[in-house]
């Protein structure tokens, strides 16, 4: 019995070392991927000229000649172009917002970018094992995400979900859900659709508050597949770094700055308040401080540290140290609300004209496309070939809530020749275009 007492031991050892080793792959996380992504161009049809737009709005009997002169503002100093679509539905003479036309608008949206992105990275419906649709003002029934499981017939056991409500900050949101998905589904792959259906929430009222959404917001979609399949590290664009979520609903002042309530006729709108950019700045420190604590030098912080309780304690004068980010990342998506705000968070951040140029770019060729707004502007850094492999890409969603949701991408692989194929195949060669800054509108 005492000869064998050594295999005993052997084979107890065994068994604890091979228990750590499948402890550590099960509670070890799986690199997520970005395999591709698809930008929808809408048709031509489309456009809206600022022109178009207010002989529009003039013809409509509810607005009065300061209403329409008030829109004329916004689109003004919004940073838009004249390129900019809008659905079918709000080019007639009262738009339509009813649920019909609101269904054919997601048609008309996301079937392109599925149909584009499944057939450019070789996939087949039945090969996607989550599926997350955000949308964030249309909610059917069967759902959005019900709705494309039907059109490709995809499998019975699929994973599907529909964000509503969140904002546009709901695509770097549905990310990191699909992140999280993947962490008990090894070996899969997630199909995320990011849009924002026009129709319905087209505001047929004069309130001005409630009149600046139907300016800004634009016809716009992206479809995303990530994976966390380990062999898509050969072939997929980006791996994820770091996912950060942040949100201020806690607070009366910030859940109300950006609302959807009625107006005092009766009309359905959401109301942007006056102190809507101080919420989205309190929002986004508190993101920031997270994140910089993750991706910042150490010298980095320490100045800020040091600027902070220099401020508190010796000087109230001193101005507050602001990290510099470009010093850990290369490339930037901000939010595309409008020009002022994408130059108080570039100034925030201490971007410069390249850093910022993506997101004024998209907001002058698309307008406010609400959550795929980012993607668009990836797009654009792709079709210009300023990505390198080892390159660090931060994708920053606001949205109402208010919310704050990051993204840090990584790119493992050389990314060229995007610029014929891409949503800015027609129109690269006439960008950047000249900016001139303008000052926030008073609501």
């Not at 003004?76 to 608008?105: N, R, V």
């Not at 993947?182 to 199909?191: G, Q």
């Not at 910022?356 to 993607?375: C, V």
């Amino acid at each position: 019995m005492q000869k064998r007492e050594p295999v005993y031991h052997f084979l107890a050892a065994s068994c604890f070392l091979l228990f750590f080793v499948a402890k550590r792959y099960v509670s070890t996380p799986s690199t997520v991927y970005l395999v591709d992504f698809s930008c929808l161009k809408p048709p031509n049809f489309c456009r809206v000229p600022f022109s178009t737009y207010i002989e529009h709005a003039r013809m409509l009997d509810f607005l009065d000649e300061d209403s329409v002169a008030f829109m004329a503002k916004v689109l003004k100093h919004s940073g838009q172009g004249e390129q900019t679509y809008i659905p079918p539905a709000i080019h007639y003479i009262p738009p339509k917002s009813g649920h019909q036309e609101a269904l054919k608008e997601a048609h008309m949206v996301l079937f392109p970018v599925v149909e584009d992105l499944l057939s450019k990275t070789n996939t087949s419906p039945q090969e996607i094992d989550v599926l997350i649709v955000n949308c964030s003002g249309f909610c059917p029934a069967p759902s959005l995400s019900s709705i494309i499981v039907n059109k490709y017939s995809m499998r019975e056991d699929i994973k599907s979900f529909t964000i509503s409500g969140m904002g546009c900050s709901a695509s770097a949101l549905a990310i990191d859900m699909a992140q999280n998905i993947f962490k008990t589904h090894r070996n899969s792959n997630a199909l995320i659709l990011s849009t924002e259906i026009l129709s319905t929430g087209w505001y047929p009222g004069k309130e001005q508050p409630m009149m600046v959404l139907n300016c800004l917001f634009r016809m716009g979609a992206a479809a995303i597949l990530v994976t966390n399949k380990r062999e898509a590290k050969k072939t997929a664009k980006y791996k994820l770094l770091y996912t950060l979520r942040s949100q201020r609903a806690f607070d009366d002042k910030g859940y109300y700055s950006a609302i959807r309530e009625e107006d005092s006729d009766g009309a359905t709108g959401v109301t942007l308040r006056r102190d809507l950019l101080q919420v989205a700045g309190e929002t986004l420190r508190a993101n920031i401080a997270v994140l910089g604590s993750k991706l910042l030098p150490y010298t980095e912080m320490i100045l800020y540290a040091l600027s902070v309780f220099k401020k508190k304690y010796l000087n109230k004068s001193t101005e507050i140290y602001v990290p510099n980010f470009k010093r850990v990342v290369q490339h930037f998506c901000l939010p595309t609300s409008g020009k002022p705000v994408i130059r108080e968070i570039g100034k925030g951040l201490r971007l410069g004209e390249r850093e910022m140029e993506p997101a004024l770019m998209t907001l002058h060729r698309f307008g406010n496309q609400s959550s795929s707004s980012l993607w668009y502007e990836l797009s654009y850094m792709e079709a210009k070939e300023r990505v390198k492999k080892g390159d660090r890409v931060w994708q920053l969603g606001m949205g109402s809530g208010p919310k704050c949701n990051s993204l840090v991408w990584e790119c493992i692989r050389p990314i060229v020749g995007e610029a014929p194929k891409g949503v800015w195949a027609d129109s690269m060669h006439r960008y950047p275009v000249s900016t001139v800054h303008q000052n926030s509108l008073n609501l």
